[in-house]
């Protein structure tokens, strides 16, 4: 009986353990496929893809996984502009995905709250997001620094 409830408690420790080993702060970078985003495309339209995409490869991004169970994401530059963005929740873990709910945009509350969920690899180090689908997949790598 001794002897079960040692184990038990061991076991317990461990996964108590591996919850809290993403907690921290990640630089992310972001990918996109870029072979299936230009295609059918006229000449006028790659051109301009490709300026976006190379403005994303000089995007920044910061994300910090609190032990209160909320998080921060701040990107700066991008196609979209070239100024610090941010967005906010709560997350929750279950097993290898770590789920975020975003609920705010620069300190402002969204009215409905978005999801993403990440992969947990390299025993927390590595955070995957693989929002894209189809033509131009994406993905975003956050590597613990």
């Excluded at 495309?41 to 995007?59: G, I, N, S, Y």
């Excluded at 996984?65 to 929740?89: C, E, H, M, R, Y």
């Excluded at 978005?114 to 189809?134: F, M, N, V």
């Amino acid at each position: 009986m001794l002897r079960s409830l040692g184990l038990l408690v061991s076991i317990l420790a461990a996964g108590s353990g591996f919850a809290q080993s993403f907690i921290g702060t990640y630089k992310g970078k972001m990918t996109v496929d870029r072979a299936t985003v230009s295609a059918n495309l006229t000449p006028e339209q790659k051109q301009m893809v490709e300026k976006a995409l190379k403005d994303l490869d000089k995007m920044k991004l910061t994300l910090t996984i609190s032990k209160d169970k909320t998080f921060k994401l701040v990107s700066v530059g991008g196609p979209q502009t070239a100024k610090s963005n941010s967005s906010s929740g709560t997350w929750a873990q279950t097993g290898k995905s770590l789920k975020l709910t975003f609920k705010t945009v620069n300190d402002k509350p969204i009215s409905k709250a978005q999801e993403q969920t990440l992969s947990i690899a390299d025993g927390g180090k590595t955070l995957t997001l693989s929002p894209g689908q189809g033509a131009g997949k994406s993905k975003v790598v956050f590597t613990r620094s």
